[in-house]
């Protein structure tokens, strides 16, 4: 067989060379492109190349699998003397991690940085209280008197104590019977209120602890107790009340109308708030699942399957309690605000399902 000369393979090769980069520059390209032109349309071919952004919720079975791995470690990690909570999020890299909240940096070492093959994510908190009470100037303040139907997202409290949280939401009943939604701890005083005592809009706190029968917009109905010796997943109750009391939207400087569809909380998710401290407020969902001590006046207690909320700016602060956690855009029910740290950037939120659920009632929304 005839070899073929050096010259002849260095010519071969180069030719091959450039119809193989020809060939790529078409694959690529989708077409051979003039000079000083760019292929900016997008085909059937380009949109399949398009990924949808991960959403991380509950049933993300790689959240599922952080998840569980956090809930078999929380016993040991809660233990911890600063560590006040944990949950699942993601850290730098997108990937699935268990978030532990800290009161104040740990000793290197206390914390495993990996936990059944999960990377670990200490972040320092502080203490995480609930929100009741405080001073506001906004334009439209959610701390005054308002006329009655009142909205939500503004000044509220049980006639049996000066403090003042906020009205998140009007439910309504199977049998059309309408209710004020807010946090036990505003309505129902950490259990101590009883039931058919006068709920109220301001809070007393917001009229110098001074009553007038004009602020009485419903009766205590139902509550869920706040136990300080078992885990609680709702800090809730209701107030039953009268569309002419209560209406169902926000001064006109929130979101306005809840919609009556909740939706779960996701990783990313972008949220909003209305409350009668910080008024209208923008954040979004850092962690799910979150397991977490919360400081109130009657001691602490420890709340599973929660929210956390992070915003660059106080996103809730106390007199916040009791508002109403909703997608933005599309204010959707997402939760239930009721504690967050000092600064109020990270804050906490029951899912607003399980909420809905333990009294039997749905928004009053669009």
């Known amino acids: 067989m005839r070899k073929v000369s050096r010259r002849y393979s260095?010519?071969?090769?180069?030719?091959?060379?450039?119809?193989?980069?020809?060939?790529?520059?078409?694959?690529?390209?989708?077409?051979?492109?003039?000079?000083?032109?760019?292929?900016?349309?997008?085909?059937?071919?380009?949109?399949?190349?398009?990924?949808?952004?991960?959403?991380f919720d509950l049933n993300h079975p790689r959240m599922r699998a952080?998840?569980?791995?956090?809930?078999?470690?929380n016993p040991h990690l809660l233990a911890q003397p600063d560590v006040v909570g944990t949950a699942t999020g993601v850290d730098e890299a997108d990937n699935p991690a268990i978030l532990i909240f800290a009161r104040r940096s740990l000793v290197q070492g206390a914390i495993p940085e990996v936990l059944d093959g999960i990377p670990v994510e200490v972040q320092v908190t502080g203490d995480i209280i609930a929100m009741r009470a405080?001073?506001?100037?906004?334009?439209?303040?959610?701390?005054?008197v308002f006329p009655h139907p009142v909205p939500i997202g503004v000044s509220t409290g049980n006639a049996g104590?000066?403090?003042?949280?906020?009205?998140?939401?009007?439910?309504?009943?199977?049998?059309?019977?309408?209710?004020?939604?807010?946090?036990?701890?505003?309505?129902?005083?950490?259990?101590?209120?009883?039931?058919?005592?006068?709920?109220l809009q301001p809070g007393l706190y917001d009229t110098r602890c001074r009553f007038s029968s004009s602020y009485v917009i419903g009766t205590l109905y139902k509550f869920q107790p706040i136990l300080f010796t078992a885990n609680n997943s709702i800090d809730a109750a209701i107030a039953l009340s009268l569309p002419d009391n209560l209406g169902n939207a926000t001064p006109a400087n929130g979101y306005g109308l809840p919609k009556t569809t909740t939706a779960a909380a996701s990783i990313g998710l972008a949220v909003q708030k209305y409350g009668r401290t910080t008024s209208l407020?923008?954040?979004?969902?850092?962690?799910?699942?979150?397991?977490?001590?919360?400081g109130y006046d009657s001691g602490t207690a420890t709340f599973i399957n929660q929210i956390v909320v992070r915003s660059a700016r106080a996103f809730i602060l106390p007199g916040d309690s009791g508002s109403l956690l909703v997608t933005d855009p599309g204010k959707n029910p997402v939760g239930l605000l009721f504690a967050a740290d000092s600064s109020g950037k990270m804050c906490i939120a029951n899912l607003i399902d399980a909420v809905l659920s333990q009294f039997n009632v749905t928004i009053d929304g669009e």
């Open 66 to 73: 952080a998840m569980g791995a956090q809930n078999r470690h």
């Open 10 to 55: 260095r010519y071969a090769l180069g030719l091959l060379g450039v119809v193989l980069g020809l060939a790529l520059l078409h694959w690529l390209g989708g077409g051979f492109l003039t000079p000083g032109t760019v292929e900016a349309k997008l085909n059937q071919d380009t949109a399949a190349l398009v990924r949808a952004p991960q959403v």
């Open 281 to 294: 407020t923008k954040g979004s969902v850092s962690a799910i699942n979150g397991t977490i001590k919360v």
């Open 134 to 144: 405080s001073a506001s100037k906004v334009v439209i303040n959610p701390a005054g």
């Open 161 to 199: 104590e000066c403090s003042a949280g906020t009205i998140g939401a009007r439910v309504k009943d199977t049998v059309g019977n309408v209710y004020a939604l807010s946090n036990n701890h505003v309505y129902a005083l950490e259990n101590f209120a009883k039931i058919g005592s006068q709920v």
